[in-house]
């Protein structure tokens, strides 16, 4: 994972770290060299839904590459990188979706 900092020490195990980071090499050597990915983001998401119930690497890997490649694709038809708040807006739409139903969400029973 390209960070690893104290905001995040006391949050995550050694064995949590390990699955997030299995995704996310997972993830990078699927997407293969694409410019535009933006590795901290592509991070941010693979934590993002290990902390909505997903510990599959390989499903954690599919759902956070799926999240970032929609990404890309709006930043390049846009010919702009996303703002904060326009990555928030997409998430949304993404994250509410359930990526066609393949997390968990823990927010609700």
């Known amino acids: 994972m390209p960070f690893r900092n104290n905001i ?5 195990s050694s064995r949590d770290w390990d699955v997030m980071a299995q995704a ?3 993830a990078i050597r699927q997407i293969g060299g694409k410019p535009l ?19 599959n690497p390989s499903q954690l890997s599919s759902l956070a590459m799926s999240r970032e490649l929609s990404l ?36 609700t029973n």
Do not use: H
């Open 8 to 12: 995040y020490a006391n949050k995550y």
């Open 24 to 26: 996310y090499e997972l």
């Open 37 to 55: 990915i933006r590795r901290e983001r592509l991070a941010r998401c693979v934590m993002t839904f290990f902390d909505r119930g997903v510990q």
């Open 72 to 107: 890309v694709d709006i930043e390049r038809t846009r010919g702009a990188p996303l703002r904060e708040d326009e990555i928030a807006a997409a998430d949304n739409g993404f994250f509410l979706s359930g990526a066609n139903g393949n997390w968990k969400d823990s927010t």
